[in-house]
């Protein structure tokens, strides 16, 4: 597969390419971040020093001129430099402005941000401040939860990555909804927390180092509420929380279950979802930040009051790995129908139980 990836000098698509140019079946041919870019023409390594040896190639300005020069209206598949895919790890109203051109020109996108998430069109303005122009675009997109979503995002031309809190909330959450565990029109509560990380590289106030500290924020009115609740089939509540950490997120979930649900059926409901699933982890104690960070794992764990018939899921991943590159990189190798885990774990897993660890191959992180 022969991909760009737009957005290279930020957190997300740093580790994406980091993760790509690893890849034996994935060719880089272009780096790309905005037209007035203070990267353009340095190097990835340059920008991102962990990557110095490994991926040199040199950052491009994106832009009209650039798209018409570089993707031709009507592609020949097989000439040396045509594209496959592109990668978008950009702000989500450029995605949602652009991924139509590449689709266009028979190019698959899978969207790293926020831009094709959403079914509704008329969430957008709301939830992400922008009116989104492309309903032909948006209707062809595929949420990419890999673990759920398999058939659609193999299918698909256009993958719509999720977002960091829905990815680790839908796991925790969908196994009980798919069992049909969940008293019907109870409240599901979903306490977020993320490292500063997952604000993004541009600096602002609110992720000053001397302005962080843990804390809610965007109660009731974050854009994941729609997405989350979109996808899980159920109205939930989300509390997301800035904490005064660097990557990492966990997610946690609180519903409440029908009469008579018994512990076993709880763990049928999660060992039949994730045992044969490489990079989620079923735990037998609560999962921790240091454990998934800098790793595309999920670790998940729960506790049941069969009295009450109160659930209790957390999950944790690496908010820019599971909860956005290394999804992507699931999606892609699935869209090659390799399996999903390809490139992010040693090809030896064989399902739940097997003594599987992260291959190291990455060299020490600045994040
Ligand atoms: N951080 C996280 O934990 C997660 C982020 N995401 C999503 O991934 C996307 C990227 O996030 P993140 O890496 O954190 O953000 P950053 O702010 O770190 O990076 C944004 C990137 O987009 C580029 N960019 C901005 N505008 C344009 C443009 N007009 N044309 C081309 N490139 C452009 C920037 O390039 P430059 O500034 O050099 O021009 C930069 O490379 C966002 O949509 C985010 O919501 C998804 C899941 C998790
Ligand atoms: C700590 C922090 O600011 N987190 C971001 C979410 C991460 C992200 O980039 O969101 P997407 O997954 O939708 O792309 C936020 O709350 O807006």
Redesign the pocket.
């Known amino acids: 597969m022969k991909v760009a990836v ?8 740093a580790e994406l390419i980091g993760l790509l140019c690893q890849h034996d079946n994935i060719s880089i041919q272009h780096l ?4 007035n ?3 353009c023409g340095k190097t990835f390594a340059a920008l991102h020093g962990r990557w110095q040896g490994i991926c040199d190639l040199p950052l491009q300005s ?1 832009s009209q001129t650039w798209f018409d020069t570089f993707i031709p209206a009507k592609q020949d598949k097989d000439a040396d430099n045509a594209l496959d895919a592109v990668f978008f ?4 109203e ?2 949602a402005l652009w991924a139509g051109a590449f689709l266009d020109a028979g190019i698959k996108v899978f969207d ?3 831009g094709f998430r959403l079914k509704e069109l008329a969430d957008y303005p709301h939830y992400y401040g922008f009116e989104h122009q492309d309903i032909n675009t948006l209707s062809q997109a595929h949420y990419g939860l890999a673990e759920w979503q398999h058939e659609q995002i193999a299918g698909a031309e256009l993958v719509a990555v999720p ?2 809190y829905p990815t680790a909330s839908l796991l925790a959450l969908k196994p009980v909804i798919a069992h049909e565990l969940q008293l019907e029109n109870s409240l599901v509560v979903v306490n977020g927390i ?1 490292g500063v ?6 600096a602002s106030l609110a992720s000053n180092f001397n302005e962080v500290s843990l804390m809610p924020y965007n109660i009731l009115k974050h854009r994941h509420q729609p997405e989350i609740s979109q996808e899980a089939g159920v109205e939930v509540i989300f509390n997301p929380h800035l904490a005064p950490y660097k990557r990492g997120l966990l997610a946690t979930v609180t519903l409440q279950l029908k009469p008579g649900v018994t512990c076993a059926r709880v763990e049928h409901a999660f060992k039949s979802a994730y045992q044969d699933k490489a990079l989620v982890r079923l735990l037998d104690a609560w999962p921790k930040i240091d454990n998934v960070a800098h790793s595309p794992f999920a670790d998940l764990h729960w506790q049941y009051d069969e009295d009450k018939q109160v659930l209790v899921v957390a999950c944790a991943i690496d ?2 790995l599971k ?2 590159a290394a999804q992507a990189l699931q999606c892609a190798n699935i869209a090659m129908g390799l399996p999903d885990h390809y490139g992010l774990l040693p090809q030896t897993f064989t399902g739940s139980g097997d003594d599987y660890s992260l291959v190291s191959h990455a060299p020490s992180t600045s994040l």
Request: charged share 5%; glycine share 22%; with cysteine.
């Open positions: 737009i957005g290279a000098s930020g957190y997300v698509g790309l971040v905005s037209e870019s203070s990267s994106f790890a950009t702000p989500h450029f995605s790293l941000s926020g977002g960091c993320s990380s997952g604000a993004g590289r541009t908010n820019l909860g956005a």
